[in-house]
């Protein structure tokens, strides 16, 4: 049972232009949502992350869109970089669980 | 940032050993721990969750006397695989949280273990 759903396994940018990685869940009960940066071997690094009070939060060039009716957020990177290059994981946590998706891997070409 | 340290980072080792692993928050005090399992090209799969103090609380379909997990401190946490066999070959990471689900969690940098 795919609580969190990233559909696309990989995604290829080029350099300087928008990288958009989607994640989809069912689970109403969640509420907080977290995106996770992962090198190969190596373990997940926290990006950035929304509360389901708000419909967008932004860091940098990174920003993270919730749309709650959908269950649909997304993460934007602008402008992408090579070093960007990596496996991102969306998660959903509420009521004390918390649930990643596949992961998308994202390729930024220079 | 916190730091999450998880030792070793990979083992091979023969069928029906037992294996330790341990994952310790370096710089701040972990209420709960996260054992996580991937399989390739797969998402992380929690196994289950551990308070300081406590008994761990297993995830459906994880075999609780398989994988032993401790977390006798606010600093560390260990995942024993007992007897292991080569379908337990995977990658092992741990996590920390200051709290609870709602805080970010900082993750080790994974184990991967083989077993022959």
């Known amino acids: 049972d795919q609580q969190v759903k990233q559909n696309s396994p990989s995604l290829s940018v080029q350099e300087g232009r928008i990288s958009i990685l989607n994640c989809d869940y069912t689970?109403?009960?969640?509420?907080?949502f977290l995106w996770y940066k992962k090198y190969p071997a190596e373990g997940p690094t926290f990006l950035i992350s929304?509360?389901?009070?708000?419909d967008k939060n932004e860091d940098g060039r990174f920003t993270v869109f919730l749309n709650k009716s959908a269950k649909h957020l997304s993460l934007h990177i602008v402008p992408s970089q090579p070093g960007d290059s990596a496996v991102y994981f969306c998660?959903?946590?509420?009521?004390?669980?918390?649930?990643f998706g596949a992961g998308t891997r994202l390729t930024v070409k220079p | 940032g916190a730091v999450v340290s998880q030792h070793p980072s990979r083992v091979i080792c023969k069928s029906g050993t037992s294996v330790k692993i341990e994952c310790r928050s370096l710089d701040f005090q972990a209420t709960t721990m996260f054992w996580y399992r991937q399989f390739p090209k797969q998402s992380l799969m929690l196994m289950a969750t551990s308070n300081e103090g406590s008994k761990a609380t297993y995830e459906q379909g994880v075999e609780k006397d398989k994988f032993l997990i401790n977390h006798a401190s606010l600093t560390l946490s260990t995942l024993t695989v007992t007897s292991a066999h080569p379908e337990d070959s995977s990658f092992y990471i741990c996590?920390?949280?200051?709290?609870?689900?709602?805080?970010?969690?900082?993750f080790g940098d994974g184990t991967r273990l083989s077993i022959l």
């Open positions: 689970n109403s009960m969640f509420d907080y």
């Open positions: 998660a959903a946590s509420g009521n004390n669980d918390m649930r």
């Open positions: 929304i509360s389901s009070i708000k």
């Open positions: 996590s920390a949280s200051r709290q609870n689900s709602n805080q970010p969690q900082h």
